[in-house]
């Protein structure tokens, strides 16, 4: 049988509850992950294959969520054509795009070869879920072009992005030579992790909400589209996440994605009337809602699910990545709440 996650992608039939699970739900909040952590830098757990598989399944033992997304992170991909990036803790660019030149001597990596790390690692994955009986979705991931573009440009540390938007005014053609290269290589990285075992993948727009709908529709929207496209016609799924999105969100709908993860600042019930019944959603608890008592986690989780009409093609999750203080047990908390099933339809207070 298909993992409950790829079914309410699919969207073929109803289900007896929604799956559910977290995004970045192997991190910081873990004292699982921080102690590997003391051992081995961030890029080190990314580019060893065992590492990473270590890190994603720490989620998987201690909340049984219903998806295990590897555990990477957006910019390896641009690290491989020549985008100098490290963590310290969070992310810096030692060599940011500042001309058309620049852009020109970006590489095309070897997905193969060059990022082979990930791919192993999703194998990996893979083969120890099914040698557990674990009938859960992998999911695969990378960050969508103009995301990418907005880290490769600014050097960081990053607030606002908008040395990205001030790049692309200053010099439209470089911006779109350096979002074409960015649609080729995500589009084959993707593919090449649903190849290696991945039954879905979710591309990250974290910083598409920074945009207004016009600029959104010439910076973005179109290279999510040839992404989608490229990966749906290779057979597989996909899930998109654009932060901040709450306002482009009929104009996601053009996106070709199979479903759209929101935030929190609509309710289940307003997505779903603004992007109509042919999409999937997924989301949408404010992750700050993790920092009440459980009993509060648990309410809001059950008042989340009941908003939708739906009982199919949603996927329950947070609105945006899991806090790094958040207490444990809370995030427990939300996951087993929505594993009881479908709650009551109710009315969602201001």
């Known amino acids: 049988m298909k993992p409950l996650l790829l079914q309410a992608l699919e969207g073929s039939q109803a289900l007896e509850r929604p799956p559910v699970w977290i995004m970045r739900q192997a991190g910081r909040y873990m004292e699982e992950y921080r ?16 590492l990473a598989v270590e890190v994603t399944m720490q989620p998987i033992n201690f909340l049984n969520p219903d998806a295990a997304i590897i555990f990477s992170d957006i910019l390896i991909p641009a690290s491989a054509m020549g985008i100098d990036v490290d963590f310290a803790p969070g992310p810096v660019i030692a060599n940011p795009i500042k001309s058309a030149e620049d852009v020109s001597k970006l590489k095309a990596p070897n997905i193969e070869k060059d990022l082979a790390f990930t791919t192993q690692a999703i194998a990996m994955l893979r083969r120890e879920l099914e040698n557990r009986g674990d009938n859960k979705a992998v999911l695969g991931f990378a960050g969508a072009p103009w995301t990418l573009a907005c880290y490769a440009i600014d050097r960081g540390p990053f607030k606002h992005f908008e040395n990205g938007l001030v790049f692309a005014n200053q010099a439209r053609g470089a911006m779109h030579s350096l979002l074409e290269k960015l649609t080729a290589v995500v589009s084959d990285y993707l593919i090449a992790q649903c190849e290696a075992g991945a039954g879905a993948v979710q591309l990250f727009d974290s910083w598409g909400g920074v945009l207004s709908g016009e600029d959104y529709a010439q910076y973005s929207l179109p290279y999510i589209q040839k992404v989608c496209e490229k990966v749906r016609r290779a057979g597989y799924p996909l899930i998109l996440y654009v932060g901040g999105g709450s306002h482009l969100l009929k104009l996601l709908t053009q996106s070709g994605a199979d479903c759209l993860s929101v935030d929190w600042r609509l309710s289940l019930g307003e997505v779903e009337e603004i992007i109509g019944s042919d999409i999937a959603i997924q989301g949408n608890l404010n992750p700050a809602h993790l920092y009440g008592s459980t ?50 339809a109710v009315s969602m207070q201001s």
């Open 35 to 50: 102690a590997l952590r003391r051992r081995h830098d961030f890029l080190t757990v990314c580019r060893t294959p065992e």
């Open 295 to 344: 009993d509060s986690v648990y309410e809001l989780s059950r008042e989340m699910i009941g908003s939708l009409n739906r009982r199919s093609r949603y996927i329950a999750n947070l609105g945006h990545g899991i806090l790094p203080t958040t207490p444990p047990e809370n995030a427990l908390q939300f996951i087993q709440a929505v594993q009881e099933g479908w709650a009551p």
